[in-house]
Nanobody
């Protein structure tokens, strides 16, 4: 059973960089053909894709967030990390790490989500 667990600060000040890590257990992040994603949900809004890093290390970013986003991985720890720079209160959301199965393009495993609030 694959499990994903987000970790990171719950409160970030405006203009700072948000950094979240997802620790994966029960499966390797280098296994074909999975893509390890970050998705967020602002209060009262729908889910928003942020970025993914694939089994080979390839990356893809949401065009609307690309200029502020970086995704990376540590295969020795089976973790992947999101960095979102120059945050504003509009970045307040529940952030989820999610596995995307690349054959059927299903988001099949989700972390429990972590609340991040941007406020001074």
């Amino acid at each position: 059973q694959v499990q994903l667990q987000e970790s990171g600060p719950g409160l970030v000040k405006p203009s700072q960089t948000l950094s979240l890590t997802c620790t994966v257990s029960g499966g390797s992040i280098t296994t074909n053909y999975y893509y390890w994603s970050w998705i967020r949900q602002p209060p009262g809004k729908g889910l928003e894709f942020i970025a993914y890093i694939g089994y080979s290390g390839s990356t893809y970013y949401s065009p609307s967030l690309k200029s502020r986003t970086s995704i990376s991985r540590d295969t020795s720890k089976n973790q992947f990390t999101l960095q979102l720079s120059s945050v504003t209160p509009e970045d307040t959301a529940v952030y989820y790490c999610v596995r995307l199965e690349g054959m059927e393009y299903n988001y099949d495993y989700w972390g429990q989500g972590t609340q991040v609030t941007v406020s001074s």
